[in-house]
């Protein structure tokens, strides 16, 4: 649920004239709200579910982009320098990686000139779009797929499977809060969180702006691979929870865990479970039977379409329920 706090928070982000005229907007319509994009001398953009919408001169959306708003180029790079404090020096390190997290979660993607040193990219400078992404507490959303990952006292290793855009970091996050605290009657978990993209615990100046449990410790921005060999180290995890496996030394990483007796929870892009099946290093894991449960998102946010156990056999599915 986006708060109106949360909402106040990300109007505060944005040029004056353009929080103006948004707070005229009823705020049902902004709370529906993915992403705000502002693109120098463009129409402020505004994706949501159902597409990308733009805002007219009266404060209201409209379906195409002609005589909708356009932020000034000095507008964004104000935007930007207000987001980095009038210091982008001191935010170097997260704009090496593209994006800032604020206080409240919410994330914010820069386009713009790269400073390269050394043959990498050291810095972002001359700002030419920001993708402000919404970040969206939603505790409870994670109750359905929690019904089938939870194994008695213990949980499944799974793998949530999803296109872009269909909540699985939401999911994520609220199955780690609550494996953490406690599901089902059974104990809480010590649950660590590898957040590479710092998408899932959303941490600001060290401190999760999201719940992810009363046990759970993050590894924010940690590169997955490293994170979870850190956490098998030095902070004895039961449930290790990850975003967006890609690569064989994500894979690697994981069934190491396994090995040591740690269930993984994490997820990775895909329409089904043929599409993930077509990536070597997803495949791995499903041949070396990783996970023993695989929820399939679709058709709208936050909906789990299939539930596939260890065999790839379906336990469930949305249709047959229709």
Do not use: W
């Amino acid at each position: 649920m986006l708060t109106k706090e949360r909402l106040r928070a990300i109007l505060e982000l944005l040029p004056p004239r353009i929080s103006v005229l948004l707070e005229n907007t009823g705020d049902e319509i902004i709370r529906r709200v993915d992403e705000i994009r502002l693109r120098a001398q463009r129409p402020i953009a505004f994706t949501m579910a159902q597409g990308d919408v733009f805002l007219s001169r009266d404060g209201g959306f409209q379906s195409l982009p002609k005589d909708a708003v356009i932020i000034e180029a000095q507008e964004l790079r104000e935007t930007f320098l207000g987001l980095c404090r009038h210091s982008i020096y001191a935010y170097e390190e997260e704009l090496r990686s593209g994006y800032l997290t604020l206080p409240g979660g919410n994330r914010v993607g820069v386009g713009g000139r790269t400073v390269v040193r050394g043959g990498e990219i050291a810095s972002m400078a001359e700002c030419s779009s920001l993708c402000i992404r919404i970040a969206r507490e939603v505790k409870g959303c994670g109750d359905f797929a929690l019904a089938y990952l939870h194994d008695g006292t213990d949980v499944h290793s799974s793998l949530i499977i999803s296109p872009p855009m269909m909540g699985k970091t939401t999911m994520l996050r609220d199955i780690a809060r609550q494996v953490s605290d406690g599901i089902f009657g059974a104990g809480g978990k010590r649950v660590c969180v590898v957040d590479e993209r710092c998408e899932i615990a959303s941490c600001h100046q060290g401190v999760p702006q999201m719940d992810v449990g009363q046990r759970t410790d993050v590894l924010d921005g940690c590169p997955k691979s490293q994170g979870m060999t850190m956490a098998l180290r030095s902070l004895s995890p039961q449930v290790i929870v990850t975003d967006e496996l890609g690569g064989a030394a994500d894979s690697a990483a994981v069934m190491n865990a396994l090995f040591s007796g740690v269930k993984v929870i994490a997820s990775a892009h895909g329409t089904d479970i043929d599409d993930v099946l077509r990536r070597s290093d997803i495949r791995a894991l499903v041949e070396q039977g990783a996970f023993s449960r695989y929820f399939i998102l679709g058709d709208r946010p936050g909906t789990v379409k299939e539930v596939l156990n260890e065999s790839l056999n379906l336990i469930y599915s949305k249709d047959a329920y229709r």
